[in-house]
């Protein structure tokens, strides 16, 4: 018999109920001004299995570094919230599409609402134990990557969508100008992307403006 409540049962639902559970940075970027901080910390996150692929003295460098290499996680030391980090954090996030964990020397409330505001998953002090930096990572890339998921399944829909849009406005183009049905105008349409082998979408655009015409 099963004696386990639905409360019980809910606790051991994910939050992201996909392959994105548990999952771990494969590679990790860290920015610190502070050489000696800097090497420690990395000889801390290869002790736990991390890989460690660069390292930076500037937030600045970090960017650059992303846009190139694309690490899974960077983490960015710094003593508060100015708005150059921030600005990094958010472009990072945004355009390299690199999770953020940001190392500070002050846990002021506005500043981590800074940071968190920019992209940044997560906020920790500088001081902390290693064990609460890895259990950090942990939980807070696994979150990390569930968005970037839902973000690219949700931007493959808006594409599926814009594309549909596409071949309707075409077909009832082709309807209007030709007398021909709705079945033959799709028809038509698929048998000349296959044929010069572009996407069926492309050959709509051609088609609504006015730059190719299908007999």
């Known amino acids: 018999m099963n004696t386990t409540s639905p409360v019980e049962e809910r ?12 999952k771990s940075p494969r590679s990790i970027l860290i920015a610190d001004a502070n050489d000696q901080a800097r090497q420690s910390l990395a000889e801390a996150l290869s002790g736990f299995g ?23 996680l960077v983490i960015i030391a710094t003593t508060d919230g100015d708005p150059e980090t921030l600005d990094t954090v958010s472009a990072i996030w945004t ?3 690199s999770a953020v964990l940001v190392l500070t020397e002050s846990l002021d409330p506005a500043h981590v609402l800074a940071f ?31 968005i970037k998921t ?34 033959e105008a799709h028809t038509k349409l698929q048998h000349y992307a296959r044929s010069e082998r572009i996407q069926l979408s492309v050959v709509a655009e051609q088609v ?6 299908i007999d």
């Not at 609504?208 to 015409?213: A, E, H, P, S, W």
Request: charge should be negative; aromatic fraction near 6%; charged fraction near 25%.
């Open 116 to 146: 968190n505001s920019a992209g940044a998953i997560a906020v920790l002090a500088k001081e902390s134990p290693d064990s609460c930096l890895r259990a950090t990572i942990e939980s807070s890339y696994s979150c990390a990557y569930a």
């Open 95 to 97: 355009q390299a599409q």
């Open 11 to 22: 606790k051991n639902v994910p939050i992201f109920p996909d392959e994105s559970a548990n």
């Open 50 to 72: 991390y890989k460690v692929t660069g390292q930076v003295a500037q937030s600045s460098e970090a960017l650059a570094f992303c846009n190139e290499h694309h690490p899974d």
């Open 208 to 213: 609504i403006k006015g730059d190719l015409k």
């Open 150 to 183: 839902m973000q690219a399944r949700i931007d493959q829909l808006e594409r599926n969508l814009v594309n549909r849009r596409l071949v309707e406005e075409a077909k009832w183009k082709m309807i209007s100008e030709t007398g021909i049905t709705e079945p």
